[in-house]
């Protein structure tokens, strides 16, 4: 039990090191944007909140955030579509190569999403979606499907067959069994993994970056380009933004579903 | 089960999977394959390596090329190396300490790279985090922004949670009576982890190690931030190639090599982690 209980004080020392390595560029960033001063220190001379206010007034950081909100929306929104049926077919109709479908569509998550960025520039050219919205969608829909097949699986494997079998025996047809028991059961499940496909598609850089336009151009997009070229609190203030709306997610997330399971399906 | 039952089944998994599958053809393995086609295409439409041999026939480019492995080897062992830890403990406690070693893990993993990358270059600026401490203790200051050490610390923080939670989900599987039975016939707590925990928990260091070798390897927004003249990765090449040199066929071939050394990596691993199991 020593291991699991009691944590030794080399094991303290450490937890505490590597909470400040990953938390500490993140709280710098929220300290820089209500510095007062209009170049970049640490720490900043004095504060005030006249980089928010810019920010927030600011078109050019404004429509980007809208963007990437109606981006995220609409690629998780067509991602679930695509992954509900596969995934309830994965797990309940244990069909020849049902286990590599499922390697197949996760295997995005291992592709850099730079390369699929450009693999996708030249062929949407080819077929004519070269510069268009719907390219953009399809590019992070690719991107977040395989998180919404894994949620959906995975809570799906943990739910009892029994269940819809007791529906079934007692003469419910496959189509309402679906919608009454399956679709409830699965609620959770493809709410918290839509926000965490949105979340993802929220963050995404590359694919933005190379299939986004002047008018689609995302907030991750434009926080890059914004820093290629300048180095102010600006960017520090739209940062904060960005993670407040990502944090309320995350809390929503963890009501829903509990960040535990996070951790669980990983793989 | 019966075969005509069996085949139903077949048939109506095929069926619902079709959507997602075909999707997937179309707009992942398709680019894909258009992509190959572009590197070895010429001028009027005959194939040529041309793209490969000047890529891989340049003393530049090679040098770029072992720097993306070299920078990506390096932080995918830090990360291996600091975040075991973190993993057993996050396996291993139970309560509010757990919930928070999770938000710690995952909070980052939320906040955009650029966001992160920017964080960083608060803190290794000129005027910034680092050499505001160094002045307050009389000492010289100095900048880790545009070095490879700065760029390898900024990746590990970027990545380090993909191998925490790789590992700790296979942590999770583990029966805890095994530590203790170790435990209680007399095994110290490192022997534990060495000869019990980590054998046990090898598929998750595997999926870690190569989940943040690929990303590593594709990775180009610290480097485009944070780097310098003297320092350049492939992916970051390939962008530029794409962006400001709109040579497209070269910068295709680039991008096949990355996808390259990725798959070589992998089944390498694949390969050592067979005969551990085997052994």
């Known amino acids: ?267 | 089960m019966s075969r005509p039952r069996s085949m139903r089944q077949n048939a109506r998994g095929y069926l619902l999977t079709f959507p997602a599958f075909a999707f997937l053809v179309v707009f992942f393995v398709g680019p894909l394959i258009v992509n190959l086609f572009e590197s070895v295409k010429n001028e009027d439409g005959g194939l040529t390596y041309a793209q490969y041999v000047r890529a891989l026939g340049d003393a530049y480019y090679l040098e770029v090329l072992g720097d993306t492995i070299v920078l990506s080897l390096a932080v995918t062992i830090a990360s291996l190396v600091l975040g075991y830890p973190l993993a057993i403990a996050i396996a291993r406690s139970r309560g509010a300490l757990k919930s928070f070693l999770i938000f710690l893990v995952v909070t980052p993993l939320l906040i955009n790279v650029v966001v992160r990358t920017f964080g960083w270059m608060v803190i290794f600026g000129r005027s910034g985090f680092i050499n505001a401490i160094l002045k307050l203790l009389d000492l010289d200051t100095a900048t880790l922004t545009g070095t490879w050490t700065g760029i390898g610390i900024a990746m590990v923080q970027v990545l380090l949670p993909f191998m925490v939670l790789s590992i700790a989900s296979t942590l999770e599987g583990i029966d805890g009576e095994l530590e203790d039975a170790a435990i209680t016939l007399g095994a110290t707590p490192l022997k534990t982890i060495i000869h019990v925990i980590f054998p046990l928990s090898l598929q998750g260091v595997i999926t870690g190690t190569l989940l943040v070798f690929a990303l590593s390897m594709g990775s180009f927004v610290t480097v485009m931030l944070m780097g310098s003249n003297s320092t350049m990765v492939l992916p970051l090449l390939v962008y530029q190639q794409l962006n400001l040199a709109s040579d497209w066929p070269f910068a295709a071939a680039l991008g096949n090599i990355l996808i390259f050394v990725v798959l070589i990596a992998t089944a390498l691993q694949l390969g050592l982690a067979k005969r551990g199991v085997r052994r």
């Open chain 1, 1 to 267: 039990m020593k291991i699991r209980s009691r944590p030794g004080s080399l094991m303290v020392c450490y937890l505490a090191v590597i909470s400040v390595f990953l938390l500490l560029p993140q709280l710098i960033v929220v300290v820089v944007a209500f510095s007062e001063a209009s170049f970049v220190s640490f720490p900043p001379p004095g504060y005030s909140t006249k980089w928010m206010v810019r920010v927030l007034s600011d078109p050019s950081f404004m429509k980007p955030l809208w963007n990437s909100v109606v981006l995220g929306l609409s690629a998780s929104i067509m991602a679930a579509a695509l992954a509900l049926p596969a995934s309830l077919a994965i797990v309940r109709h244990r069909f020849q190569g049902a286990r590599a479908l499922q390697n197949f569509l996760l295997s995005p998550l291992s592709m850099p999403t730079l390369i699929l960025a450009i693999a996708l520039l030249f062929f949407l050219n080819d077929i004519g979606l070269g510069n268009t919205y719907a390219g953009l969608v399809f590019g992070h829909v690719v991107v977040v499907l395989p998180y919404l097949v894994r949620t959906i699986v995975a809570v799906y494997s943990g739910t009892d067959p029994r269940i819809e079998e007791a529906a079934y025996t007692l003469g419910a047809k496959p189509l309402s069994t679906f919608w009454f028991i399956t679709l409830p059961m699965l609620r959770p499940a493809i709410f918290a993994g839509g926000m965490f496909a949105f979340l993802v598609s929220f963050d995404e850089v590359a694919v933005a970056l190379l299939l986004s336009n002047a008018s689609s151009i995302t907030l991750p997009v434009s926080i890059l380009t914004y820093l290629t070229y300048n180095y102010d609190p600006a960017v520090a203030a739209i940062s904060v933004i960005k993670m407040i709306i990502v944090v309320l997610a995350l809390l929503v997330l963890e009501r829903f579903y509990g960040l535990q399971n996070l951790t669980m399906q990983s793989r």
